[in-house]
């Protein structure tokens, strides 16, 4: 079902309000609390160096439509400031994958058990332009229990768009999943691996006047927006990631943008994955 344009213009200006607010509550990381305990694992989950690089095989899946766009990402460890590396995707141009747009977002600083990043989550998907920062993120840890929380970032905005004040929280979370001996995706098998999990939530409020009183409007109630799985192994570095990218509008969302005739999805589902093909690591 589809609706007109406006400024309620959905979610793609209204979430890309996120990135318009510096003030945010403080960002926390946590160790191995929470979840159950698992055997803590060391190595190069991410190796960084030098001309390190790799190259990965992208498919975006419209679930509703079933329509699949296959593309490549070519990652490459482009600069080192003491500890900190910037990566690069494809000479510049934009990422087809996921995990390729956060992990050129900012800068990565690895050990034997972490991978930390600064930087934003942006969306995947045209139209809906996230900007949610991230500053000193545990993307893994191998040290932490099974599904314990890594990181958390929230914050509550508020952005007036064309005479309409929205309001947005956003909740972004790093899950430790799996520490595993063996892997085997698309028929190769990787030893020593780890797993992890990103996700954003988001809830969109807006303010309109009926009868000449102000209402506040649910847009999107809380959902899961982005969920991003992980995989690295040993030696290689992320080998496969999924990203499930949706959103579901209110009901009566659906009938107010009907009403102020908007033009966008009332709901979407895109798969995105990338899985390593070659890469070159010292």
């Given at each position: 079902?589809?609706?007109?344009?406006?400024?309620?213009?959905?979610?793609?200006?209204?979430?890309?309000?996120?990135?318009?607010?510096?003030?945010?509550?403080?960002?926390?990381?946590?160790?191995?609390?929470?979840?159950?305990?698992?055997?803590?694992?060391?190595?190069?989950?991410?190796?960084?160096?030098?001309?390190?690089?790799?190259?990965?095989?992208?498919?975006?899946?419209?679930?509703?439509?079933?329509?699949?766009?296959?593309?490549?990402?070519?990652?490459?460890?482009?600069?080192?400031?003491?500890?900190?590396?910037?990566?690069?995707?494809?000479?510049?141009?934009?990422?087809?994958?996921?995990?390729?747009?956060?992990?050129?977002?900012?800068?990565?600083?690895?050990?034997?058990?972490?991978?930390?990043?600064?930087?934003?989550?942006?969306?995947?998907?045209?139209?809906?332009?996230?900007?949610?920062?991230?500053?000193?993120?545990?993307?893994?840890?191998?040290?932490?229990?099974?599904?314990?929380?890594?990181?958390?970032?929230?914050?509550?905005?508020?952005?007036?768009?064309?005479?309409?004040?929205?309001?947005?929280?956003?909740?972004?979370?790093?899950?430790?999943?799996?520490?595993?001996?063996?892997?085997?995706?698309?028929?190769?098998?990787?030893?020593?691996?780890?797993?992890?999990?990103?996700?954003?939530?988001?809830?969109?409020?807006?303010?309109?006047?009926?009868?000449?009183?102000?209402?506040?409007?649910?847009?999107?109630?809380?959902?899961?927006?982005?969920?991003?799985?992980?995989?690295y192994a040993d030696g290689v570095g992320l080998v496969n990631?999924?990203?499930?990218?949706?959103?579901?509008?209110?009901?009566?969302?659906?009938?107010?943008?009907?009403?102020?005739?908007?033009?966008?999805?009332?709901?979407?589902?895109?798969?995105?994955?990338?899985?390593?093909?070659?890469?070159?690591?010292?």
């Amino acid at each position: 079902m589809k609706l007109k344009s406006l400024t309620v213009a959905c979610l793609a200006l209204i979430i890309s309000a996120c990135s318009t607010d510096d003030s945010s509550d403080s960002p926390t990381t946590s160790g191995n609390g929470g979840g159950t305990q698992q055997t803590t694992t060391t190595g190069d989950y991410f190796p960084l160096a030098a001309n390190n690089e790799w190259n990965y095989n992208v498919v975006n899946k419209d679930n509703a439509t079933g329509n699949e766009t296959d593309s490549t990402d070519n990652l490459k460890v482009e600069s080192q400031s003491g500890e900190n590396y910037t990566l690069s995707v494809n000479n510049g141009a934009a990422a087809n994958g996921t995990m390729s747009g956060l992990l050129t977002s900012g800068e990565l600083t690895t050990t034997d058990t972490q991978l930390t990043a600064t930087g934003e989550f942006g969306s995947p998907i045209d139209g809906i332009p996230l900007s949610i920062p991230f500053v000193d993120a545990k993307f893994y840890d191998t040290t932490a229990n099974l599904n314990a929380t890594l990181y958390t970032n929230s914050d509550v905005i508020t952005q007036t768009i064309q005479n309409i004040p929205f309001t947005i929280n956003y909740s972004l979370k790093s899950t430790q999943l799996d520490n595993l001996d063996s892997y085997t995706h698309n028929g190769v098998t990787y030893t020593n691996v780890t797993s992890a999990k990103l996700t954003l939530n988001l809830k969109v409020q807006a303010t309109v006047t009926v009868l000449g009183f102000d209402q506040t409007v649910d847009i999107l109630s809380p959902q899961d927006v982005v969920v991003v799985t992980s995989y690295y192994a040993d030696g290689v570095g992320l080998v496969n990631a999924e990203s499930e990218t949706g959103y579901t509008l209110t009901g009566t969302a659906t009938a107010l943008l009907v009403q102020a005739g908007i033009d966008i999805p009332t709901s979407i589902s895109i798969t995105n994955t990338q899985v390593i093909d070659t890469y070159t690591v010292n």
